[in-house]
């Protein structure tokens, strides 16, 4: 994993064909652990499950994965566009994750991250899967990104092959606070029962370079496929947005 600030040496292949990048960003001004910590009521969010009564809502299968409490609210507040958990994902965005790619004039990324919350001996996702698979038809060319609300580590991660075919399994050790972009479009990724005592969670999104996105969109499935959890096409105005 490179953990780099020279833009200029990240150039559109390493992008494309990447090496994972590590980046940090900054929780005073991106507070989204603290923001939703307030949103959930907690002191920590990795003490998340001690609110928990049924771990079976969090082990469910593809398409009903996010459908505990705390999904719908993280969900109910981000779709608020005056909420200031999106205001600071839009500024996230703007200035930060537009400037981890400094050389491409707009970026295309998902509008809504995703968030993934994984609790003591359960699973935040079922399915072992890349995400250009045929059940989640994710177009090739995107790249991804897990940033990090809590520590995470070991079996409360999310665990990824370091090239497509590899089976070289590890998981990603990150602390609060840093995001990795890297390649889940083509390279297996899944979770393990999580044994540590402590619940992770993470936001995940993808952003797409805009010469990837335009090849995407004039292929015959480009406006066709949609996710599996909302059935959004992904096309800007749908899954995705333009940043500049
Ligand atoms: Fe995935």
Redesign the pocket.
């Known amino acids: 994993m490179i953990n780099t600030s020279d833009k200029k040496s990240e150039n559109l292949n390493n992008i494309l064909f990447p090496h994972e990048i590590l980046k940090n960003y900054d929780q005073s001004k991106y507070s989204f652990p603290q923001i939703l910590q307030d949103l959930f009521g907690l002191n920590k969010l990795d003490q998340l499950h001690e609110k928990i009564y049924s771990e079976e809502i969090f082990n469910r299968d593809l398409g009903k994965d996010s459908a505990s409490k705390f999904h719908n609210i993280f969900y109910s507040e981000i779709k608020k566009k005056d909420s200031k958990l999106r205001t600071t994902w839009e500024s996230f965005l703007t200035n930060e994750v537009k400037n981890h790619f400094s050389y491409v004039d707009s970026l295309i990324v998902q509008k809504l991250p995703s968030i993934r919350i994984h609790i003591p001996n359960g699973l935040a996702?079922k399915r072992w899967?890349?995400?250009s698979d045929e059940d989640?038809k994710h177009p090739l060319g995107e790249l991804?990104c897990i940033l990090a609300l809590t520590d995470m580590h070991d079996t409360n991660s999310l665990w990824r092959e370091s090239k497509p075919n590899e089976a070289d399994f590890k998981p990603f050790n990150l602390k609060t606070g840093e995001l990795v972009y890297w390649n889940?479009n083509t390279c297996i990724?899944g979770n393990k029962i999580n044994t540590t005592a402590k619940t992770r969670m993470s936001l995940d999104f993808r952003v797409f370079p805009r010469e990837q996105y335009e090849k995407h969109i004039s292929s015959t499935t480009g406006i066709e496929y949609s996710t599996a959890t909302m059935g959004t096409r992904f096309i800007i105005g749908e899954y995705y947005k333009e940043v500049f």
């Open positions: 996702i899967h890349c995400d989640h991804n889940g990724h």
